[in-house]
């Protein structure tokens, strides 16, 4: 069975405080990683893909990467706007499409 | 372009009674989703549509749950007769393909709460 694990849980950083959000995950075969945002009331956001290990992605202050065994998203110099929930989600090779997601870790930006 | 829309946005009902979610997915999206989220969990999947068939059911309450998706494009999702325990978001997204892996885009959601 494919699991996802996200750490922290929850994380408060002071603007400017650079810090990584931590995927670990088991799957039979990866076929992508998926990294999204959510804010409070809305569906998650679409941020990045990764496809294989020693991938990397960038999207402003964002940066995810992706081993054998574990995701990260970076975060340089966060923001009040980037707080949010964080998901990680897998897709497995095979069969089976669906994304299975972790429980996100919810980020809070202090100005 | 026009994402992912649902309705309605919130809905309240008592125990045992039914109620239906609408879906309207990306223009062109081939394949549709249907997902449940409890508070401070991750989505999880209950229905996968590729154009109106449907692609993965097995984690949907048969018993209770219902979707369709009748020509392709819009879907609903049924509850009947709800339970306590189904208060949660649901969530409808849309991939171009459902062979993947094609990033999936949400809708939204309806934030159901069953009393």
């Known amino acids: ?111 | 372009e026009a994402g992912v829309a649902q309705s309605p946005r919130y809905k309240i009902i008592e125990k045992r009674q039914s109620v239906a979610f609408w879906c309207n997915p990306i223009s062109g999206h081939a394949t549709l989703y249907w997902y449940q989220q409890i508070l401070g969990q991750g989505p999880k999947l209950l229905i996968q549509f590729q154009n109106n068939g449907v692609v993965d059911d097995s984690q949907l309450p048969k018993d209770r749950f219902s979707a369709e998706r009748l020509k392709g494009v819009d879907s609903t999702l049924k509850i009947q007769p709800a339970k306590l325990e189904d208060s949660a978001v649901y969530l409808c997204a849309s991939s171009l393909r459902w062979q993947g892996p094609y990033e999936q885009y949400f809708g939204p959601g309806t934030r159901l709460t069953v009393t």
């Open chain 1, 1 to 111: 069975e494919d699991q996802v694990t996200q750490s922290p849980e929850a994380l408060r950083l002071q603007e400017g405080e650079s810090s990584s959000l931590n995927c670990s995950y088991t799957v039979s075969g990866l076929r992508g990683l998926f990294w999204y945002r959510q804010d409070p009331g809305k569906g998650p956001e679409f941020l990045f893909t990764l496809y294989s290990a020693g991938e990397e992605k960038e999207k402003e202050r964002l940066k995810a990467t992706l081993t054998k065994k574990e995701s990260f998203l970076h975060i340089t110099a966060p923001k009040p706007e980037d707080s949010a929930t964080y998901l990680c989600a897998v897709q497995a090779q095979g069969s089976a499409r669906q994304l299975t997601f972790g429980s996100g870790t919810q980020l809070t930006v202090l100005p």
